[in-house]
Each structure stands twice: as structure tokens, then as C-alpha cells.
């Protein structure tokens, strides 16, 4: 099949601003925060302030040891619950799969304790984003590992191909390394959808420090069938239920 003249269309059925979901859920229910979700966001952004105070520390070796202890002990006490099986009447494509993507994404999750997490925004007809590395992410001396590169133009590149009106996983992703990319500077990436031909998703990417050009991406993603995810899901969650 031929590739068909690009135009944007909207988000998965008009309103999800995330790439996944029904089209019943407004743009403003998938944008909610509930009291919950702000809770994890702040338990995950204390998580990764220490995690930054532990990178620079220069505690010793007693006060590393008393500071395990006490770090285990409040793991202990923290109840966790690893069934993620959806909510009853729940299809797993619908809005709680949307809020599982904006939340525990490991780069754009704001309650994920080891996202970044990467700020993107949804424009018209392509995608901005938003982050700045410390030296948690070095790779080079000064410079962002280069696997890191690759990860956020995937996440912002999975972003863009929704403007094609459906959701697809990466197929291919090619990365073009342009100059070097620094730490602890912000840093912008941009995303457009490309073309659409039968499943075959294409999208283009850049990341800019500045006004200079660090890398280039080209992403080729595969639409799939909501309703074999669906199946897919339902199998998973039948065999943790048996389990």
C-alpha cells in the first residue's frame, strides 16, 4: 500500500491526549489528578531528591550504614500491592491504562520514583518536550549517555504517532548521534508524525541544546488492533488470577 497524504488527526477517538484509551472519556477526565496520583507524586519526587542527595554524598561509612537501616525499615512498613489487573468494567484500553501511562512511565511518570520525568506537550500536529539530565545519566565525561538519547525519542516519538488516529509500538527506531549532548542543561526535543501507510506509522524527531542540533531520530511504529490487546490483557489477568 501506497503511503496516504498525511493529515493530522486527533488523538485516539478525539480526546486522549495520552495515545491510549476510549473514546467515552473526555480530554479533561484523562487529564485529571486525583488525590491519590498527587500523593505518589510527591512520594516519588521525594524519592528522587534522594536519590540526588545520595549520588553527591559525602556521608560516612557509619552514617551510610545507619541511614540503610533506616531507609529498610521504612520499605517494610510501605504496603504494595503488585496485581495491576484492571477495575471491574475495566476494558484495559480505557482510561485507567491512560493514567497508568502518564503516571508509571519511566520518563514521562510523575509518580514513578526513577522516571525523570520528561515534561511533553501536545501541540498542533506535533509534540514538544521538556528535560534537563544530572549526572545521575552520564555517559562521556559532561555528556548524556547516549541509551538515554534513544529512550526519551522513543517515549516522544510513541507521543507524535498518535496524531495518526491510532496507537502503534515501536518498530524501529534509528537514532542519528549529531554532536554531544550536555549535562545539566535544558534540553528540547521535537516530534512530528510523518506519514501513515496501512500500519506503518513514520515519525521524525530532533534534540536541541540550545541552538545546537545533539541528535536525530526516525521512529517507524506498528498500529495494533485494540481489540487482540484487549485479549491479550484479559489472558494475562486470567493467569495471575489462576496463579
Known amino acids: 500500500m501506497s503511503d496516504t497524504p498525511f493529515i493530522a488527526k486527533p488523538f485516539i477517538e478525539g480526546v486522549n491526549p495520552f495515545g491510549v484509551g476510549g473514546g467515552q ?21 521525594a524519592v528522587r531528591r534522594m536519590i540526588r542527595a545520595l549520588e553527591t ?38 482510561i485507567r491504562q491512560a493514567h497508568r501511562l502518564r503516571e508509571r512511565s519511566p520518563f514521562i ?6 522516571a525523570l520525568p520528561l515534561v511533553m506537550e501536545f501541540l498542533d500536529g506535533r509534540i514538544e518536550a521538556k528535560v534537563e539530565f544530572g549526572t545521575l545519566y552520564e555517559g562521556p565525561p559532561g555528556c548524556l549517555h547516549g541509551g538515554y538519547i534513544a529512550g526519551i525519542f ?12 491510532q496507537a502503534g509500538m515501536t518498530g524501529r527506531l534509528t537514532i542519528h548521534y549529531r554532536s554531544p549532548t550536555p549535562l545539566d542543561t535544558e534540553l528540547t526535543l521535537k ?11 513514520l515519525c521524525k524527531g530532533t534534540l536541541w541544546a540550545g541552538e545546537r542540533l545533539c541528535a536525530e531520530a526516525e521512529g517507524l511504529f506498528i498500529a495494533i488492533n485494540p481489540e487482540r490487546v484487549a485479549e491479550l490483557m484479559a489472558i494475562a489477568e486470567a493467569a495471575a488470577d489462576a496463579g
Open 25 to 45: 472519556w473526555t480530554e479533561a477526565e484523562l487529564r485529571a489528578v486525583t488525590r491519590e496520583q498527587h500523593s505518589a507524586r510527591a512520594a516519588a519526587d
Open 57 to 94: 554524598t559525602t556521608a560516612s561509612i557509619d552514617e551510610l550504614d545507619a541511614l540503610v537501616e533506616v531507609l529498610d525499615s521504612i520499605t517494610a512498613g510501605i504496603e504494595t500491592d503488585l496485581d495491576r489487573s484492571t477495575d471491574e468494567g475495566d476494558t484495559g484500553l480505557s
Open 109 to 114: 511518570g510523575q509518580a514513578n520514583p526513577v
Open 154 to 165: 522513543d517515549e516522544v516519538l510513541g507521543a507524535a504517532q498518535t496524531f495518526s488516529g
Open 191 to 201: 516530534a512530528e508524525l510523518v506519514s501513515v501507510s496501512g500500519r506503518k506509522i
